[in-house]
């Protein structure tokens, strides 16, 4: 048995997305966001996205932690402010001793949707339709971030499911 929790990090809203499976199988298990006040400065935001995680660890006990690998940006300041976000949530994960997985943003939605250009909706659908979900989870973060775990889901069977 495996639970994968997936991260889509942001220094303003980090979503995550657990999922649980034995075997070819895979079952949605929870989802959400973590959203620190944009009034705190940037560092008690890092903060919060590292205890956001933590306390996420802590309750649902993932046994594996994939999050997306670095995104260039135009702007090198968005590019830096993403990889600290990334930084906080792979720092609660690696002190938990859960491994982490890191994948690319095209890998993903090759992986769930066939198409590695696929946007945000057709990714929201083959999630509902894949997790047999009642609605498209409620925000873009969380939909990103079950997309990673079920990424990881697909990609460990691929290499005999460490």
């Not at 135009?74 to 976000?85: C, D, F, I, Y």
């Not at 690319?104 to 198409?115: F, I, W």
């Not at 873009?140 to 990881?152: R, Y």
Request: positive net charge; charged residues 20%; contains cysteine.
């Amino acid at each position: 048995m495996y639970r994968i929790l997936g991260v889509d990090p942001g220094s303003n809203c980090t979503g995550y997305g657990l999922v649980s499976g034995n075997g070819d199988h895979v079952a949605y298990v929870s989802s959400g966001t973590i959203a620190p006040p944009k009034s705190q400065s940037r560092y008690e935001r890092l903060r919060e996205i590292y205890a956001g995680i933590e306390r996420v660890i802590k309750e649902l006990e993932p046994t594996h932690f994939a999050i997306e690998d670095v995104f260039y940006s135009k702007n090198p300041r968005s590019t830096l402010v993403l990889g600290e976000a990334r930084g906080a949530a792979i720092l609660a994960a690696t002190l938990a001793g859960i491994p982490v997985f890191e994948y690319s943003a095209r890998e993903v939605k090759q992986s769930v949707t066939g198409n590695g250009a696929a946007d945000k909706s057709q990714v929201s659908y083959m999630l509902v339709k894949i997790l047999g979900l009642n609605t498209t989870p409620k925000r873009a973060d969380e939909s990103d971030a079950l997309a990673i775990a079920m990424c990881h889901a697909f990609k460990r069977r691929d290499w005999g499911g460490a």
